[in-house]
Each structure stands twice: as structure tokens, then as C-alpha cells.
């Protein structure tokens, strides 16, 4: 009894340094070197690859905003064991304070190098990236070796578990010099238990493509043979799988072969599966090799507009028949391939403005349920948590947030006077105008009401003659 007793006591006590050890490191681009010590703003590292070699498993490094660059004599970034990594305007302290924003803090490739390598088991979901923009990476004649046309932003290989978020991964392309193949022009995700989560990020523009003949999978993330891969809440969006000569584009999107593979809330856009001679790949969104005892779960998601030239015009093409719940399909030319699809909506999601990236819902006379509302808000699988708001999950990776900063308006009141129609409520603290709408459908139908004219919390029309309903709305 007295040697378990002591066991344990060691055991927590190991566990209580390796917490109490734990440090945070500094990056600033406009430090002149990398002599400082790294422990503070003030003495901050140049650059992100000596602050990963001068810190320790479990340990922080903030970075501030800036540009940085791997390649062309710089080290690429490469984990072998937990870090957790964020962007920072540069007055955070830690993990917790620091204020990540993915367009401020930029890692470029000069040379011919992916910009992260995160390899081995003992990676686990203790290492997070987060608020980066990761672009023009280049996975040609990189380390390991036995990897070099994976995963031109990020490699993830070999049983890693890391937790990608809030980034912006643009414009990289998975190669060979070579030319036979070319696998994740964003992401990749690489061998026997490597199932890293990927959310909140924008994938965009990335190209998985060989220089000469051969294959191309997953323009934005490729997952091989990989354990559980987790990918929610993204923008995935014009995004090639390519082949410039005799054989195809797999999964302009997402490519995913003998993994379990959970997709879940994200809009894909405008990806595409090329061949130019042939003139089409497979699956511009998403292209699945998924045969039991591997599951892939598409649900939630928006595909949209994949009608690229010489691309196969497919939201989905699945080599083994699967079940998809709970999405949106709209504007795809072909449709999908060996899928079946339940509880799918086919109208235009209605997006902010997707000709300038912004992927949001609209939801131009909120709170009136008519036609400017996304069909996408609301309609997700009711069994999925809530949003943030509180109400039903919506279809897509922004959800519309329905709370309000104003009180709708009480003591609503109608009164005919004369020949006219007068509606009153209680002045909203806050509001600097109102409008009305009306309908002749208490639930359905309404829209802005121009006819009347506005004194304070007052409006006042003609009277029609029929029946009408009216609904007050406070804006700011």
C-alpha cells in the first residue's frame, strides 16, 4: 500500500511541473535579430522558427502581427511535439489575451517549401494554430522526404492531432518537381492516426496539381489513409484539383481516401475537379474513397456555384454510395454522384455578397420572416447544437446571428382615425428610425410598407379598405 501511495505521489507531481514549466515566447518581424531571448515583447524572437526551436513541449508563442517567410534560407516551420502558436497585435501575455486576426499576421513561402510540417504522435490536440495567413507554400523536394508533393500550406503526418483554426490558407499548391502527383494544395493530412480538426479557417485558392502528367487531389485539403479528420465551420472556396494531361482532378475542395472523415458546417464555393483534355475531374467540392469500416458525414454544409470550365460541375462524387444530411445544394450544373440526400435545400443561400468573399447569410429585414431571410438560417439538422444565439444550427460556416442590440418595439397599438390607418408603440431607447411592414397573413408575407409616413414612435397610411397586419422594427 505505501509504494502506490508514493507511485502516485510522483505521478502528480511530474504532472504539476510540466504545468508550472509551461512558458510563453515572442515574435515581432521588426526585431533586427533573433538574439533576444524570446520571453517578452521587448526581447522578442525574430523569427517563428527559432522561437519553435528555443521553446519546449506545452509551451505558447504569440506572434505578432506582421509578415514572415519560410524558404529561401529561413527554416521551415516544423512540430514534432505541442505548441500552441497565435497571432497577436502585440500586447498579449498569453494564449487567452491574444488577439488572433488571420489578414494581419502573414507566412509566406520564398523558396520552394511548405510553410508548416506537424509530424508524429506525439502531436496531440495540445498544439494549435491559430490567426495566421498561410500563403504561397510550395510542397516540392520538402522534408520528410517521403512527403515532398503533400500539403503545400500544412502537412499534417505520422499520427499528429493538431487543431488548425482561424486561418487563412490562400494560394499554396501541393507539387512534385517531378510532376507525378500532387496532393493537398492546401492542407494534408497524412497516415495511420493523424486526425487533426480544422475550423474556422478560409481555404481558399489553393491548387493540388503535378508540373507535367499525373493526378491532383484535394485543391483545398487532401486526407489519406488518416485516422479521424474533423472539418467544420470553414469557407472552402475556389479551390483545383488539377491534371494538365492524361489523367484527373480528385476533389477540388476536399479528396478524402480511407478515413473517417466528419464534414460538418462549412460553404464550399466555386471549387473544381479538372482535366483539360478530357475536360472533367471528380468532385469539384468534395471527392470521397471512403469504403466501410471508414464513414465520411457531410451535414450542414452549403455547395454552391461549382460550374467551373472543364471541371466535372459536381458538388459530390463518392466512389462507395453515402447518405448526406441536412445541406444545401444550389447552382452545382451536374449535381452529385452516388449520393443520397436528405432533408436538402435547393434555393439560393442567399449570401452577403460572394462576388467579394463574404460568405454570410443575409437576412436583409430581420426579424421579418419574408424572402430577403437565407432559406440556410434555421435549417439545419435540429439534433446539432445551437448557435451561438441560441436558435436552430444554420447550413454553412457563418451562422446569422439573430440577437439585437435594440428592444423590439412594445405597446403596439392600431387605431383608424378619419379615413387613415395609425399605428403607435413606445419610443425604443437606442433606435434613430423605424420601419413597418405589413401583410395580409399574420405568419407569411410581410414586407416594408412605404405608404405611410413617420412622427417619432408614430406612423400613419390611408386606409385600404382590406385587411392588414403590421410588424414594427427599431433600427440603428
Same mark, same amino acid.
Given at each position: ?29 521588426? #526585431? ?40 529561401? +534560407? ?19 501575455? +498569453? ?58 500550406? &500544412? ?64 485543391? +483545398? ?30 476533389? +477540388? ?62 458538388? &459530390? ?92 418595439? #412594445? ?14 408603440? =413606445? ?21 416594408? =410598407? ?27
Amino acid at each position: 500500500m505505501k509504494k502506490a501511495n508514493f507511485c502516485l505521489i510522483i505521478i502528480l507531481s511530474f504532472f504539476v511541473t510540466k504545468l508550472v514549466n509551461a512558458n510563453t515566447f515572442f515574435v515581432d518581424s521588426l #526585431q533586427p535579430d533573433d538574439t533576444g531571448n524570446g520571453i517578452s515583447w521587448i526581447t522578442a524572437k525574430k523569427t517563428i522558427s527559432t522561437a519553435i526551436n528555443v521553446s519546449s513541449d506545452g509551451d505558447t508563442i504569440l506572434v505578432k502581427y506582421g509578415s514572415y517567410t519560410v524558404g529561401g +534560407g529561413s527554416a521551415d516551420l516544423i512540430l514534432t511535439t505541442n505548441r500552441k502558436i497565435t497571432s497577436d497585435d502585440g500586447d498579449g501575455s +498569453g494564449w487567452e489575451d491574444a488577439q488572433p486576426d488571420s489578414a494581419l499576421c502573414i507566412i509566406s513561402n520564398i523558396g520552394m517549401s511548405r510553410i508548416f510540417t506537424i509530424q508524429g504522435s506525439s502531436v496531440t490536440t495540445s498544439t494549435r494554430i491559430r490567426g495566421f495567413k498561410i500563403q504561397n507554400g510550395l510542397a516540392a523536394n520538402d522534408y520528410p522526404s517521403i512527403y515532398t508533393y503533400y500539403g503545400g500550406g &500544412i502537412l499534417i503526418c505520422d499520427g499528429a492531432d493538431p487543431v488548425i483554426e482561424r486561418c487563412w490558407i490562400t494560394n499554396n499548391r501541393g507539387t512534385t518537381a517531378g510532376g507525378a502527383m500532387g496532393n493537398g494544395g492546401g492542407i494534408a493530412c497524412y497516415g495511420a492516426g493523424t486526425s487533426p480538426i480544422i475550423q474556422y479557417c478560409r481555404i481558399t485558392n489553393n491548387i493540388a496539381a503535378p508540373n507535367y502528367n499525373g493526378t491532383g487531389y484535394g485543391g +483545398g485539403i487532401y486526407c489519406y489513409c488518416s485516422g479521424t479528420v474533423t472539418i467544420r465551420y470553414n469557407i472552402i472556396c475556389s479551390n483545383t484539383a488539377k491534371s494538365n494531361y492524361g489523367s484527373w482532378g480528385y476533389g +477540388g475542395g476536399i479528396s478524402s481516401y480511407c478515413t473517417v472523415c466528419t464534414i460538418i458546417n462549412n460553404t464550399f464555393y466555386s471549387n473544381a475537379s479538372i482535366n483539360v483534355l478530357a475536360g472533367s475531374g471528380f468532385g469539384s467540392g468534395i471527392y470521397s474513397v471512403n469504403p466501410a469500416p471508414y464513414t465520411t458525414t457531410i451535414k450542414n454544409n452549403i455547395f454552391s456555384n461549382h460550374n467551373i470550365e472543364y471541371s466535372d460541375k459536381r458538388a &459530390i462524387y463518392v466512389f462507395s454510395p453515402v447518405t448526406v444530411n441536412y445541406n444545401c445544394f444550389y447552382n452545382n450544373t451536374n449535381g452529385n454522384y452516388n449520393v443520397t440526400s436528405l432533408n436538402e435545400l435547393t434555393s439560393d443561400p442567399l449570401f452577403v455578397d460572394a462576388a467579394n468573399d463574404d460568405f454570410h447569410l443575409s437576412w436583409t429585414n430581420f426579424p421579418i420572416p419574408d424572402a430577403s431571410k437565407s432559406p440556410c438560417i434555421d435549417a439545419g439538422d435540429p439534433t446539432s447544437p445551437l448557435d451561438p444565439d441560441s436558435t436552430r444550427a444554420d447550413m454553412g460556416a457563418y451562422y446569422f446571428d439573430q440577437t439585437s442590440t435594440l428592444t423590439p418595439p #412594445q405597446d403596439v397599438k392600431i387605431n383608424i382615425i378619419s379615413t387613415d390607418v395609425q399605428l403607435t408603440w =413606445d419610443a425604443v431607447a437606442g433606435a434613430t428610425s423605424y420601419k413597418v411592414y405589413s401583410s395580409d397573413n399574420p405568419y407569411i408575407g410581410f414586407s416594408e =410598407d412605404t405608404t405611410g409616413t413617420f412622427d417619432g414612435p408614430s406612423w400613419t397610411t390611408a386606409f385600404s379598405g382590406t385587411k392588414k397586419f403590421y410588424y414594427v422594427k427599431a433600427l440603428n
